[in-house]
């Protein structure tokens, strides 16, 4: 649903592939929420024979990485099998979660398969969560003595983590530099939060934040640029980086 170029290269190298609708978050700022899709497919999802198929399709192209996202892909019966299938394609594999149901089941399943996992990761204030949706049900929040359970277990069975984090309004003055430091991840992805007319006009005007408000946030973790640990997109890389 997503792909990334690379500038000066024809060949676009990844695929993200949003494919499963349900999440147990309510992100409030949310743009994957498949509005086009159910005009076409009601469940908001292929059929598991589908998927598959999708899968095998992406790798005869030529893509050389696939990341898995949603809603939330955990939630999704048959994850662990296209995950499987793509890395015997000869796919590198990715996972985009909010981390509630990364069991340890889930994590010796995929440890042969599976090659980053990427949380996300907005604030670790739990009344921030609660605003923004950030919770299961968009009731109850992850703590972070909960987030570094996962870190934890990511990283026991070693997978590499990246971070994801949408910035906006309600967390835009905050810190997460001291998770970050215990986190430790090989990326940290800093995004501002985008408005897509037709996916998240209900609730955006309340976390929209401006270019300056932006930055602030940036430069609150601006040591972790210097180490190349964090990556940002503003509103017009996202546009102009990606095509749905």
């Known amino acids: 649903r997503i792909m990334k170029t690379i500038e000066g290269n024809k060949m676009i190298p990844s695929v993200n592939y949003h494919l499963w609708e349900p999440c147990n978050m309510r992100c409030k700022f949310c743009f994957a929420t498949f509005q086009d899709v159910k005009i076409q497919l ?32 955990t939630l999704c019966p048959w994850i662990s099998e296209l995950i499987k299938l793509a890395k015997e394609n000869g796919l590198t594999t990715m996972i985009v979660t909010n981390g509630s149901k990364l069991s340890e089941e889930f994590l010796i399943q995929n440890q042969k398969y599976l090659d980053w996992i990427i949380l996300s990761i907005d604030s670790v204030h739990p009344e921030t969560n609660i605003k923004s949706g950030r919770a299961i049900t968009g009731k109850k929040p992850i703590l972070i003595e909960d987030y570094k359970m996962i870190i934890d277990s990511i990283k026991k069975y070693g997978f590499q983590l990246k971070i994801n984090t949408v910035v906006h309004r309600q967390n835009y003055s905050e810190s997460l530099m001291d998770l970050l430091k215990y986190a430790q991840p090989e990326r940290w992805k800093v995004f501002q939060v985008l408005p897509i007319k037709g996916e998240n006009d209900e609730h955006i005007d309340e976390f929209v934040i401006d270019e300056s408000e932006f930055n602030h946030f940036i430069t609150t973790h601006q040591i972790l640029k210097y180490e190349k640990i964090m990556i940002t997109e503003n509103n017009s890389e996202m546009k102009d980086s990606y095509v749905m």
């Not at 999802?45 to 030529?62: Q, R, T, Y």
């Open 42 to 73: 009601p469940k908001g999802h292929l059929s598991k024979e589908e998927s598959m198929k999708l899968i095998e399709e992406i790798a005869d192209f030529g893509f050389e990485k696939i990341t898995f996202a949603g809603g939330e892909p």
